[in-house]
């Protein structure tokens, strides 16, 4: 494998690429998105850069956590820096809160190999690139083309990177958005958002706005090692569509191995989740535990054929939650929910949550709080909220978690 410098269009035929030194600045961080995304129009769709910034600019922790999360879902992770003692990226480099925040993003990154591989092969197979702007899916609307940092990132997700500071009375920082028609939910909180319409979001420095479409499934490895095919996942499924995923598999070794895939399908009319393998069911563990979280259901039964299964629902991010084992010989598995209907996202709790954390008037937030407790999320409630907030900015994070699942 040949890691190069960005030489123009042409250098992109056999190597990773690399956008070249990157300045550690806000400014440096906001070109990124955009200039990985579309790095994929020419065909150079393994895009790196220097995450944190390589050289000069200023030291800032929130600047280096922002651009590691959004480096998470970047096609090739790799963090750099010049030769400079101070410069250093390693998360242990940072203060406590940064570096607990950048391990867990990492452990994120080892936990989407699943993912990623199967967008690797299909990159590979089908020319598709893992990371794709916004009018490679739809083309013919305008506001694709307004959102140059926004992605899909590999067939299921879509990437909102947060390339500018926390506002200091939010606790939060933004970025404005396009949610595409549909519904879409938060992939790391379940909160349920009506698409068709432009957004400004508002993200803690825990996260930045990742989405996943209705009826998208996406696997995530629970095992530690990344060179076996995993003996535990994660299955998270979402809600409101049909969906399906090709997880493909290999011995992650030789050019022309033997692979397995797995075949997972959701049919939300019928409420039916199946499972089905082909291929060289060698490649699989003998056991692989399946813990899936159906995200944005209601609560519903959950059966194998002639087996309940105990299901849990944790009502913070409307998922309902079970355990399926297959063994190697599997072939096929089909799970039914008793129901299949969308959850209604508590967004009372969220503006509580956000409440909360807002560096502001105690008494403003509590009028806040009873207006909307009282009367709902009623026109009337608005107006006389943004007649009377002090801070602009304050309703429109507000009224973000209020109209999410309008």
């Known amino acids: 494998?040949?890691?190069?410098?960005?030489?123009?269009?042409?250098?992109?035929?056999?190597?990773?690429?690399?956008?070249?030194?990157?300045?550690?600045?806000?400014?440096?961080?906001?070109?990124?998105?955009?200039?990985?995304?579309?790095?994929?129009?020419?065909?150079?769709?393994?895009?790196?850069?220097?995450?944190?910034?390589?050289?000069?600019?200023?030291?800032?922790?929130?600047?280096?956590?922002?651009?590691?999360?959004?480096?998470?879902?970047?096609?090739?992770?790799?963090?750099?820096?010049?030769?400079?003692?101070?410069?250093?990226?390693?998360?242990?480099?940072?203060?406590?809160?940064?570096?607990?925040?950048?391990?867990?993003?990492?452990?994120?990154?080892?936990?989407?190999?699943?993912?990623?591989?199967?967008?690797?092969?299909?990159?590979?197979?089908?020319?598709?690139?893992?990371?794709?702007?916004?009018?490679?899916?739809?083309?013919?609307?305008?506001?694709?083309?307004?959102?140059?940092?926004?992605?899909?990132?590999?067939?299921?997700?879509?990437?909102?990177?947060?390339?500018?500071?926390?506002?200091?009375?939010?606790?939060?920082?933004?970025?404005?958005?396009?949610?595409?028609?549909?519904?879409?939910?938060d992939f790391f909180t379940g909160a349920i958002y009506t698409g068709d319409r432009m957004m400004t979001l508002y993200r803690d420095i825990e996260n930045i706005p990742v989405f996943a479409k209705a009826g998208a499934i996406v696997p995530l490895a629970d095992d530690a090692r990344a060179d076996l095919n995993p003996k535990s996942l994660t299955l998270r499924v979402f809600a409101g569509a049909n969906g399906a995923f090709e997880m493909y598999e290999d011995d992650g070794v030789s050019l022309e191995s033997a692979s397995v895939r797995t075949n997972i399908a959701l049919d939300w009319e019928k409420g039916a989740l199946t499972l089905k393998v082909e291929g060289d069911v060698s490649l699989l563990p003998e056991k692989r535990t399946w813990n899936i979280e159906c995200i944005g259901f209601e609560k519903a039964d959950v059966t194998l054929p002639g087996e309940k299964l105990d299901a849990a629902y944790d009502e913070k991010r409307n998922a309902l939650c079970f355990t399926v084992i297959t063994d190697r010989d599997t072939k096929e598995v089909a799970v039914q929910l008793s129901k299949t209907a969308v959850a209604q996202d508590n967004w009372l709790a969220r503006v509580d949550e956000r409440l909360m954390g807002l560096q502001t008037s105690p008494d403003e937030k509590e009028v806040i709080w009873k207006l909307l407790g009282k009367c709902g999320r009623t026109a009337s409630a608005m107006g006389t909220l943004r007649a009377t907030c002090s801070n602009p900015a304050v309703m429109e994070c507000l009224e973000e978690v209020i109209y999410a699942q309008d």
């Open 1 to 185: 494998m040949i890691l190069s410098r960005y030489a123009g269009p042409g250098s992109h035929r056999c190597p990773v690429g690399f956008s070249g030194d990157t300045i550690t600045t806000w400014a440096s961080l906001d070109y990124q998105p955009y200039f990985t995304a579309t790095a994929s129009n020419i065909g150079y769709p393994w895009w790196s850069h220097d995450i944190g910034g390589h050289m000069q600019g200023v030291r800032s922790d929130e600047m280096a956590t922002r651009w590691l999360q959004y480096g998470v879902f970047s096609p090739i992770v790799r963090l750099h820096s010049s030769k400079n003692l101070f410069a250093s990226k390693e998360p242990w480099c940072y203060g406590k809160e940064t570096s607990r925040i950048m391990q867990e993003q990492l452990r994120l990154r080892h936990k989407l190999v699943p993912y990623l591989y199967t967008a690797g092969e299909r990159l590979h197979r089908l020319g598709q690139p893992v990371i794709r702007p916004m009018y490679y899916g739809w083309a013919e609307q305008n506001e694709a083309y307004k959102v140059p940092n926004q992605y899909l990132f590999g067939t299921e997700l879509m990437v909102c990177p947060i390339t500018k500071p926390v506002d200091p009375v939010l606790k939060l920082a933004s970025v404005k958005a396009w949610l595409p028609e549909g519904l879409w939910f």
